[in-house]
């Protein structure tokens, strides 16, 4: 268990690191945040050894909370509208937390693909497979490629005036070259 200095470290250097990340998006400064929580720039780093680690802490609440949103659609009458549900949540929440869309990229240099990309691939899939299973998806789509697809609609429309709205708009436009409506 984590000395009570450790954890307390921690705490602030994730609540820190959630006010930046914000403000200044996944590339928000490790440095500023080790100042502004009052540790050394070797603390962040001990706690959180890479940018993807600290995304992950900073977006692990939401990701719970879309994860959630996908066990409880799993079971819907309508694959194909759980699946767009699930993706519509996803790209509203991306577009409106600001460096998440990294979080979404995955990153083929990184040993350990980012925790973020995939818990929410795993928590899509059966979403997924009910669509394909159904017949409202073609087969050769993966959880990978709505992912890719949410984080280059994010990163597009960063900034745009209003981020989810156009990300929403430009998601229903691939939803229908993807999975027209019958």
Avoid at 45 to 71: I, K, M, T, W
């Amino acid at each position: 268990m984590p000395r009570s200095d450790a954890q307390r470290n921690y705490a602030r250097i994730l609540a820190v690191a959630e006010e930046e990340v914000a403000r200044h998006g996944a590339e928000a400064s490790l440095e500023q945040i080790a100042r502004v929580a009052g540790v050394g720039s070797a603390t962040v780093r001990r706690h959180f050894p890479s940018r993807s680690a600290l995304l992950d802490a900073v977006f692990q609440g939401r990701v719970e909370a879309l994860n959630a949103r996908a066990r409880a659609l799993a079971g819907a009458e309508d694959p194909r509208a759980a699946l767009l549900d699930w993706l519509a949540a996803l790209t509203e929440y991306a577009a409106s937390a600001r460096g998440m869309a990294t979080a979404l990229v995955r990153d083929e240099n990184e040993p350990q693909q980012k925790r973020v990309c995939v818990r929410l691939t795993d928590a899509g899939e059966p979403l997924l497979r009910r669509a394909v299973e159904a017949g409202v998806v073609p087969a050769d789509v993966t959880s990978a490629d709505l992912l890719a697809l949410i984080g280059g609609i994010v990163l597009t429309t960063e900034h745009h005036r209003d981020p989810a709205a156009e990300a929403g708009r430009l998601l229903a436009l691939a939803v229908r070259g993807i999975s027209p409506a019958r």
